[in-house]
């Protein structure tokens, strides 16, 4: 994951994590049950960890992707608690707004299907329209620029560029290719590195 990913990952615990203490401090300090409908926070304090755990899932491991979660959400805790222990008086509805649009609008630039040019292990499933066979296979695919360029099989072929047309990457990190025999590749759930 690049960089730049790593930094709206960051942006979203804290903004998300900050909205959520700050809504407890205002019910607290207000010692009311007036301010009982957490919607929103909650919304926004969910969304601002979901959207980095799809995000790590696409290229992670599960129990790496776990491990950073928690990282991050211990990290945005502990600077949601400095934030507000030190402008507690200052704080105000706007200040929550701000921290809940800081963490919506990190989650969208964050894009949980960005991929990086490299080998992915991805689910790929082949249909021949000629005898319409299906099958579910396993394989190492190449992606430059959001496209399916390769394709490689476990017994050492692969199809490339001479077979096929690049593949777009859609927003649900999915593709569809189709080759020069017309047999059509239906790849997605693409993980990081190659298949084993």
């Not at 007036?34 to 995000?55: E, S």
């Not at 402008?87 to 949980?112: D, E, Q, R, Y």
């Not at 319409?132 to 199809?159: Q, R, S």
Request: charged share 20%.
């Amino acid at each position: 994951m690049e960089c730049l990913t790593y930094l709206y990952l960051g942006i979203c615990y804290i903004s998300g994590c900050t909205a959520y203490r700050y809504y407890k401090l205002r019910k607290q300090l207000h010692n009311t049950t007036t301010i009982d409908k957490p919607f929103i926070p909650y919304l926004i304090y969910g969304y601002t960890l979901i959207i980095p755990l799809i995000a790590l899932l696409k290229n992670h491991t599960i129990i790496e992707s776990i491990i950073y979660q928690l990282i991050g959400v211990i990290i945005g805790l502990c600077v949601a608690d400095y934030i507000i222990s030190e402008h507690k008086t200052k704080l105000n509805w706007s200040i929550l707004i701000l921290f809940m649009a800081i963490g919506m609008v990190s989650c969208i630039f964050l894009n949980p299907y960005r991929l990086k040019n490299g080998k992915y292990c991805a689910q790929v499933s082949y249909y021949n329209p000629n005898t319409e066979t299906e099958n579910t296979y396993t394989l190492t695919v190449k992606v430059v620029d959001k496209k399916i360029t390769e394709i490689h099989f476990p017994k050492g072929g692969w199809l490339d560029e001479t077979h096929f047309e690049a593949a777009e990457i859609d927003e649900k990190g999915t593709a569809l290719v189709v080759d020069d025999r017309d047999y059509e590749y239906s790849v997605s759930d693409l993980k990081r590195g190659e298949c084993n």
